[in-house]
Every structure is written in structure tokens, then in C-alpha cells.
């Protein structure tokens, strides 16, 4: 007989966060073999790589298990939990590791004292995001809490992070470092680790679901900027993300009606 205080875990979404938690995995240990293949030219690039799509794959598996979980209505704690801990691994740890091993080693202390500080800052917006989350108990807190997010979330960090280095790799195509470059990396991730817990607002597109309807020619539009992000993918998801994060600072300049149209908030007929 089931305990009444055992968790319900539902498959399907669960399995998307275990792909978030093993693309996270992955690209840790990608980063761990370039370092090992230090001196092995295009096969430590190749690991870092492999590392970055891994991290970029891991936003992906998030976009997708909740996404998934909300249109079965298995929304639970346990999958909440769950979801933060693989966010740990995939969107803290790896990002932090792969920027000290690019460019933060040179700077020995000081760069795991950085490194740290993005990994801290991360984690315990995932402990505030979990706390908030239950304690919106109502149905107005909760539904207004799903909106939007109050700071830049961290999976959307990784992935301008992630993104923003295969951009560098592909400009100095052949290095192992990123030329002079890399020295930007350290400040993105303290800027980001402070992203993380300003008052900025970014819509979550939680409303955004497999019943939204669009017109065609926004259909098309949607469509041809995919394929052009996946034929360009050495730069094009870092202009994505760079948007994203840009868009939080315009957002509130925008009129309502504007804004509802980008985020796709559901309108009442």
C-alpha cells in the first residue's frame, strides 16, 4: 500500500528533467576531457564543444518538462524539486565550470572565488524560486506568479553563456583559448549572477502551449527563424539570448496590448 506522504512522480515530465540532469552531466564531463586533452588541439576544442551543445540541449529539456507537465496537469512538488536540482548541475555548475577552465584558471583564486560566486548565486535563486512556488497557495498569487520571472533565470544564464562561448570559439576557430575575448566572460558571469536577483522582469511564455493559435504568416515567421537559429548555430542562439535579456529592460516601455502580443498572454474574448 502507497504511504499517503508519498510523492507523486509523474513519467513523462520527469523523464524530460532527467535528460536536463544527463545533458548537464554530459557537458561536465566534456569539459573535464578538453582539460585532460589540454595540449590535444582540435580534440580538447572538440570537447568544448561537445560540452556547449550539451548545455544548450539541457535548456531544451527544461523548456520541455514544463511545458509537458503543464499540459497533462502533472505539475508536483516532487517534479519541481526535481527540475531544480538537475538546474544545479546542468545550468549552475556546468557554465561555472567550462568559463574557469576557458579563462577563469588564469586568474587562480580570484577565478574560483568568480566561478563560485555565479554557482551560489544561481542555487539559491532556485531555493527562492521553490520557496515562492509553494507558498503561492492561491490561485491568483500562483497564476500571477507564473507569468513571469522576477530576475533572469538561470537557465536562460546558461544558455547566453553557453552560446556566447561557441559564438568566441567559432570567431577564434582552432584555439583552444578564445583570444582576447575570453576576458569578457568573467564579467558576463558576475553580471549575470546579479541579473539573477534584480527586480527585472522577463515573461516566462508559460501561456505559450499546443492550444495557442497564430495566424500563418506568424506561423511562417516562427518556422523560417528556427531553421535559420539551427543552420547558424555557431552564432544565431546567442543573439536569442542576448535579445531575451535585453528585452527585460525594454519590457516595461512597451504598451500593454505590444506585450501581451510578444509574450502570447491568453486574451479573453
Excluded at 520541455?64 to 502533472?74: E, F, P
Excluded at 536577483?197 to 522577463?202: A, D, N
Excluded at 536569442?240 to 519590457?251: C, N, S
Amino acid at each position: 500500500m502507497t504511504s499517503p506522504h508519498e510523492p507523486k512522480i509523474y513519467l513523462l515530465p520527469n523523464l524530460m528533467t532527467a535528460g536536463n540532469l544527463f545533458c548537464g552531466f554530459a557537458a561536465v564531463l566534456k569539459i573535464i576531457e578538453g582539460a585532460l586533452l589540454n595540449n590535444g588541439g582540435e580534440s580538447a576544442i572538440h570537447s568544448y564543444h561537445t560540452a556547449l551543445a550539451f548545455i544548450l540541449g539541457a535548456c531544451v529539456f527544461d523548456l520541455l518538462d514544463g511545458r509537458v507537465a503543464r499540459l497533462g496537469g502533472y505539475e508536483s512538488p516532487f517534479g519541481r524539486e526535481f527540475d531544480s536540482l538537475a538546474d544545479v548541475v546542468s545550468f549552475g555548475l556546468a557554465p561555472a565550470l567550462m568559463v574557469w577552465q576557458i579563462v577563469l584558471q588564469d586568474f587562480h583564486k580570484t577565478g574560483w572565488v568568480i566561478a563560485f560566486v555565479y554557482l551560489l548565486c544561481g542555487t539559491l535563486r532556485l531555493a527562492r524560486f521553490n520557496c515562492i512556488a509553494a507558498s503561492a497557495s492561491d490561485t491568483h498569487e500562483a497564476k500571477e506568479h507564473s507569468k513571469e520571472f522576477v530576475g533572469f533565470p538561470i537557465p536562460a544564464a546558461a544558455g547566453l553563456i553557453a552560446s556566447l562561448t561557441l559564438f568566441m570559439l567559432w570567431l577564434e576557430e582552432g584555439e583552444r583559448t578564445i583570444g582576447r575575448w575570453k576576458f569578457a566572460l568573467p564579467a558576463l558571469l558576475l553580471f549575470l549572477s546579479f541579473m539573477m536577483f534584480s527586480k527585472v522582469r522577463y515573461p516566462s511564455f508559460k501561456g505559450l502551449n499546443m492550444r495557442t493559435q497564430r495566424s500563418l504568416p506568424r506561423f511562417l515567421l516562427i518556422i523560417v527563424v528556427l531553421a535559420f537559429a539551427g543552420l547558424n548555430y555557431e552564432w544565431m542562439p546567442a543573439v536569442l539570448f542576448v535579445l531575451f535579456l535585453t528585452y527585460g529592460f525594454i519590457r516595461p516601455l512597451l504598451s500593454r496590448p505590444l506585450r501581451q502580443e510578444i509574450e502570447d498572454e491568453e486574451h479573453k474574448e
